[in-house]
């Protein structure tokens, strides 16, 4: 699996839009882009996933470069609620034969009141 | 429905015994992922379970092991345990084998003295 890079940390204002960035260079064709994130002290919780077109649900949007190359989870409307660890991970579709969610560091978005 | 729910929350075991945890699915779901969090190493996958066959491996030694029953609820077991396996022990579960879509539990803390 292609590896990511993702800032740390980040801040926003509650109310405010929060854009997460995600680098994956060298994501592969087949390889799909998976956001998930932890809430402290719960398991991580499934956001969004896309290819190569951009993506949206109830919670998120998903940006993805023509290139492939980049990412951007937007939170529309980011609320206290949603301070939490985020991951970005890249990873062959469903019914890949190495499975597996390799999970890096991921950023800590803090919304602020 | 309900999530994925595992059992115990909260163990505390000795350097050299052996636990057992359970994981139980989303109803329909037939994929299960045992996956283990730790401050220093964050999330790490350990194994995954499909139709009671696991086709996945991490890269965890043989003390690490699990099964899948056939209704898709599963277990894993680590032996002789050691300080270094303390840990949160998360299952996220999937309709099918690497699924897009992997909901997780809350975790079993595990806590070795």
């Known amino acids: 699996d292609a590896k990511t890079t993702q800032p740390p940390s980040m801040d926003c204002a509650e109310g405010r839009a929060a854009n997460l960035p995600c680098n994956h260079s060298?994501?592969?064709?087949?390889?799909?882009v998976y956001w998930y994130r932890q809430i402290h002290s719960q398991g991580p919780q499934y956001i969004i996933h896309?290819?190569?077109n951009n993506e949206t649900n109830e919670m998120a949007s998903l940006i993805i470069t023509e290139d492939r190359k980049s990412s951007t989870l937007i939170l529309p409307h980011a609320t206290l609620r949603d301070t939490a660890v985020y991951y970005c991970?890249?990873?062959?579709?469903?019914?890949?034969?190495?499975?597996?969610?390799?999970f890096g560091k991921g950023t800590l978005l803090t919304v602020n009141p | 429905k309900a999530g994925v729910t595992q059992t115990p929350r909260y163990l505390i075991k000795t350097r050299g015994q052996q636990v057992t945890l359970s994981c139980s699915p989303i109803?329909?779901?037939?994929?299960v992922s045992w996956y283990q969090q730790t401050p220093g190493q964050g999330l790490q996958f350990l194994f995954e379970?499909?139709?009671?066959?696991?086709?996945n491996k991490g890269n965890f030694p043989g003390r690490f092991s699990g099964r899948q029953f056939s209704n898709s609820r599963s277990e894993m077991n680590v032996s002789t345990l050691e300080l270094g396996d303390s840990a949160l022990y998360l299952c996220?579960?999937?309709?099918?084998?690497?699924?897009?879509?992997?909901?997780f539990g809350p975790g079993t803390r595990l806590t070795v003295t």
């Open positions: 991970i890249v990873r062959v579709g469903s019914g890949g034969s190495n499975y597996k969610l390799t």
């Open positions: 896309g290819l190569k």
């Open positions: 109803s329909g779901h037939r994929s």
């Open positions: 060298t994501i592969s064709g087949n390889e799909y």
């Open positions: 996220a579960s999937s309709l099918w084998t690497s699924g897009n879509e992997q909901y």
């Open positions: 379970y499909f139709s009671e066959t696991q086709r």
